[in-house]
């Protein structure tokens, strides 16, 4: 699950990073302000992860929706990833099973996700090329989740890719297809939705 979140948390970082309506200001910081007021974010991605170790280039696409109170969707290829609010739930259309782990009560889930709205705690950020590539270090190493760092590209019309090495030490790369940032959460994608066949496995 954790290289999950990771995964995720880049993907809402790359959108922070879109091309701002103010001109004359960096687009890092000013778009940093436009998304800590988004209700939620739907994403188009394309992924690519190179593996040294494996010799193995794997690419998938995907949809994935993050909210501001740390919901997430996430459909990538046939899988789903899902955190409806108090369960977070694991897919997996080959194997025709998913697994459930629920809070417990009074237990409350810490999203990562939400960092990015204070994302100078977590990272140092240096401008490679104004308006175009960032380099991104990370200031605590006590979250093994997180990356060391990242470099963001950015094109014509807003983000180009995103590069980072995971936890396998396995280059990813992102590039974003579509944006959406909205000010209202579309419900219906937080709320799990299985086939009857499907095999569920309660996590403890």
């Known amino acids: ?4 979140c990771a995964f995720l948390l880049l993907i809402v970082l790359a959108v922070s990073l879109r091309a701002a309506e103010d001109p004359s200001s ?8 436009r998304y800590a007021s988004a209700k939620m974010i739907d994403l188009g991605v394309d992924i690519i992860v190179v593996s040294d170790v494996f010799d193995d280039v794997d690419t998938s ?30 897919y997996s259309a080959e194997n025709n099973q998913a697994t459930k782990k629920c809070l417990k009560e009074n237990q409350g889930f810490e999203s990562r996700l939400i960092f990015v709205k204070n994302l ?13 590539v960032y380099h991104l270090s990370r200031l605590d190493d006590s979250d093994d989740s997180l990356p060391d760092s990242l470099t963001v590209y950015l094109g014509r019309n807003g983000l180009s890719s995103v590069e980072y090495y995971d936890l396998n030490g396995d280059l990813n790369r992102v590039r974003v297809v579509y944006e959406t940032v ?4 579309s419900e219906e994608f937080f ?9 569920i496995i309660s996590l403890p």
């Not at 100078?120 to 175009?132: E, I, L, P």
């Open 1 to 4: 699950m954790n290289r999950l």
């Open 26 to 33: 960096d687009k890092f910081e000013s778009v940093k302000k």
């Open 61 to 90: 696409q995907g949809r994935i929706l993050i909210t501001d109170d740390g919901r997430y969707f996430a459909g990538l290829e046939n899988d789903i990833y899902l955190f409806d609010g108090r369960c977070i739930w694991e």
């Open 120 to 132: 100078d705690q977590h990272y140092a950020t240096s401008v490679v090329k104004a308006d175009s």
């Open 182 to 185: 909205m000010d209202f959460i």
């Open 191 to 199: 709320e799990i939705n299985l086939p009857d066949s499907v095999e």
